[in-house]
């Protein structure tokens, strides 16, 4: 791979049937778990479709995600990750302001922006503030292979749960409940396996306002 690691990665061949408000919040839900994300870029013009790029603060985070996601099943299709060409071209281009007559001057501004703004948070990044440390709960229920969640924001669907959950050994199924977005099932092979699923990822954000709450569920 001849292109330098950065900040910024690249994903393609993902369904372009996808809105790009859900695309985003999936795309955050699957790799936020890398490291904290400053902005997804992704637009739904022809040209753009299927593809989308990811900002991570950290060089470290993108790479793990580059790595371990390669080839992963997002909707049905196995993504292709690389590293962006540039962070500050790409974000210029996907923004409309890498005009072919200003080429220069705004690849030059765009870098003078990104070195002088590296500690602050672009206007429009996704809210990452790092989730406020997890309280010490007494499972209601003794350990089981099932977890019950709750707390879970209004655009939760089986996909982003899906994409949480399975990159723990055991994962079998997510299973949401009619009528009630805020509350979902995700079962395990085992007892363990649920307990190290449960402890990773509770307080988990699928959106900023949201933390999401892990129990065992009543068998």
Same mark, same amino acid.
């Given at each position: ?10 994903? =393609?061949?993902? =369904? ?19 490291? /904290? ?13 299927? /593809? ?33 060409? $540039? ?9 409309? $302001? ?51 969640? =709750?707390?879970?924001?209004?655009? $939760? ?9 399975? /990159? ?46 892990? $129990?065992?569920?009543?068998?």
């Amino acid at each position: 791979m001849d292109i330098r690691p950065n900040h910024t990665i690249y994903i =393609n061949n993902v =369904n372009d049937k996808i809105k790009k408000e859900e695309l985003k919040r999936s795309l955050y839900a699957l790799l936020s778990q890398f490291g /904290q994300i400053l902005d997804i870029v992704a637009l739904k013009t022809d040209r753009m479709r299927g /593809q989308a790029f990811v900002i991570f603060k950290e060089l470290s985070a993108a790479t793990n995600a580059l790595r371990q996601l390669q080839g992963f099943p997002f909707y049905n299709k196995p993504m292709r990750i690389q590293y962006a060409k $540039t962070d500050s071209d790409i974000i210029a281009k996907m923004r409309g $302001t890498y005009g072919d007559k200003e080429k220069k001057k705004e690849k030059k501004k765009k870098a003078q922006e990104l070195a002088a703004g590296a500690n602050k948070k672009p206007a429009g990044a996704i809210n990452t503030e790092p989730p406020a440390p997890a309280t010490v709960q007494v499972p209601d229920y003794p350990p089981n292979y099932i977890l019950f969640l =709750n707390n879970l924001p209004e655009e $939760t669907n089986e996909m982003m749960l899906s994409m949480l959950f399975n /990159q723990f050994p055991g994962f079998k199924e997510v299973r949401l409940v009619p009528g009630k977005h805020d509350i979902a099932f995700v079962e395990f092979e085992s007892d363990a396996q649920a307990g190290v699923a449960k402890d990773a990822l509770q307080g988990f954000r699928i959106t900023a306002t949201c933390a999401m709450k892990i $129990t065992y569920a009543k068998k």
